[in-house]
Each structure stands twice: as C-alpha cells, then as structure tokens.
C-alpha cells in the first residue's frame, strides 16, 4: 500500500470502510515515526520530491532528519 497515493488511500476506503481505513492510517503514521523532538512526532513522507521528514502538525517538512529535528527543538509544542 502506497499511503502517500490518494487513489490507492481511496480504493482501500472503499474496501474496507472508513472506520477501517481510519485505524489502518493511525497504524501507518505511528510506524512512520523516526523519532520524537520537543513533543513533535518526526516521520517519513513520500513526496515527488522524494522522502520528506514531516514535522508533526506544523505543516513542515525537511529533506534531512537532522533539519527537521533542529526545526522541532526550535519550535517546541
């Protein structure tokens, strides 16, 4: 599954339903954390430009862990 896909995200909803897909989403954001900075969840993301490193809800994303990890130190929760 290729969650960075909407058509893929959306033929799995209509498989499974929403309340299914919802708790497979919440599995796959949590297994695609790499590591925890001033209360932010850093995880990988699929972009067209590549694996992107979001920074929990701030709507950033960096091309490097260690970028988006000083962003995160930077701008604690």
């Known amino acids: ?3 960075d ?3 893929q995200r959306l033929a799995l ?3 499974v339903g929403i309340e299914e897909y ?10 695609s954390i790499v590591s925890r900075v001033g209360g ?4 990988t993301v699929g972009s067209r430009f590549g694996q992107l ?19 995160a130190k930077d701008n604690p929760v």
Do not use: C, S
């Open 22 to 31: 919802n708790r497979q989403m919440q599995e796959h954001l949590e297994a």
């Open 5 to 7: 896909d909407p058509v």
């Open 1 to 3: 599954m290729n969650w």
């Open 40 to 43: 932010h969840a850093i995880r």
């Open 13 to 15: 909803i209509e498989r």
């Open 53 to 71: 490193f979001a920074v929990g809800d701030t709507g950033r994303a960096f091309g490097k862990q260690g970028d988006a990890e000083q962003f």
